[in-house]
Every structure is written in structure tokens, then in C-alpha cells.
């Protein structure tokens, strides 16, 4: 809770809620269009479903010692930070699925867990190896 560090930033903090906020109506369009691939497309890929309560949880909301509005923060928090979770483990495991090659190095650039066992970008000797099926 950071911002409690910065009580001279009130308004700012309360000018910048509603994008906060408004973040919402985008994040449950993602949440069922996300669901609806993950339940389809999964089954029809024959890949176990990623267990939507390892990553959505909504808790905090119960701790007495928080006030109202740091509740429903929680809540919030809790919920989109979940969801995008959710959203990243199941677009990584179609990326296991669908491709299996690490992208170039950038400097800087993170490297998704699921990319270990990835054939390594540009060398085409591995990628025939791991995957002698995909030769054309």
C-alpha cells in the first residue's frame, strides 16, 4: 500500500480512479473471451484445463482491519491482477502447443518460463530435431 506514502498526492489518487475503474468493463470482455477459447479450445486440443483458481483470488475483502474503500481495492486488485495471470498461463500453454520457438534475444526483453525447451530462434537444426514432423 504504497500510496499510503504520499498523502500530499490525494488528488491525484482520486483524479486518476475512474481509469482505473473503468479498466473493468475491458478486463471482464477479456475474462469471457478468454474463458470461452480456454474451454473450446483446450478440449479440442486435448490439453488440460489451467485451474482459474490458482491465479483469480478474491480474499483480501475478508480482513477486518481494512476500511470499505481498501476492500473493494482488494477485490478489484485481486481480480484483474488474477485474470491477467489466467490470461498469460493459458496463452502460454497455446504457445506450447501451436509453436515452441523462442524469440530473438532482445536486450532486456523478458523470457516467458514456458520458452525453456523452446528451440532457439534462427537455429533451424534444432527446430528440425525437436520437431522432425514440421520438416516441409
Given at each position: 500500500?504504497?500510496?499510503?506514502?504520499?498523502?500530499n498526492?490525494?488528488?491525484?489518487?482520486v483524479?486518476s480512479?475512474?481509469?482505473?475503474?473503468w479498466?473493468?468493463?475491458?478486463?471482464?470482455?477479456?475474462d469471457?473471451?478468454?474463458?470461452i477459447?480456454?474451454?473450446?479450445g483446450?478440449?479440442?486440443?486435448?490439453?488440460?484445463?489451467?485451474?482459474?483458481?490458482?491465479?483469480?483470488?478474491?480474499?483480501?475483502?475478508k480482513?477486518?482491519y481494512?476500511?470499505?474503500?481498501?476492500?473493494?481495492?482488494?477485490?478489484?486488485?485481486g481480480?484483474?491482477?488474477?485474470?491477467?495471470?489466467?490470461?498469460?498461463?493459458?496463452a502460454?500453454?497455446?504457445?506450447?502447443?501451436?509453436?515452441?520457438?523462442?524469440?530473438?534475444?532482445m536486450?532486456?526483453?523478458?523470457?516467458?518460463?514456458?520458452?525453456?525447451?523452446?528451440?532457439e530462434?534462427?537455429?533451424?537444426?534444432?527446430?528440425?530435431?525437436?520437431?522432425?514432423?514440421?520438416?516441409?
Amino acid at each position: 500500500m504504497n500510496y499510503r506514502l504520499y498523502p500530499n498526492r490525494f488528488v491525484r489518487h482520486v483524479l486518476s480512479m475512474p481509469f482505473i475503474y473503468w479498466m473493468i468493463m475491458p478486463s471482464i470482455f477479456l475474462d469471457l473471451s478468454i474463458e470461452i477459447y480456454h474451454r473450446i479450445g483446450f478440449k479440442l486440443y486435448g490439453l488440460p484445463y489451467v485451474e482459474r483458481g490458482k491465479y483469480i483470488r478474491i480474499d483480501r475483502h475478508k480482513l477486518e482491519y481494512l476500511n470499505t474503500v481498501q476492500k473493494i481495492n482488494c477485490m478489484y486488485c485481486g481480480y484483474v491482477n488474477g485474470l491477467f495471470a489466467y490470461a498469460v498461463e493459458i496463452a502460454g500453454e497455446t504457445e506450447k502447443y501451436w509453436c515452441g520457438i523462442q524469440h530473438a534475444r532482445m536486450k532486456g526483453m523478458h523470457i516467458p518460463e514456458h520458452h525453456e525447451g523452446f528451440a532457439e530462434y534462427g537455429n533451424e537444426e534444432e527446430y528440425q530435431n525437436k520437431y522432425p514432423e514440421a520438416k516441409a
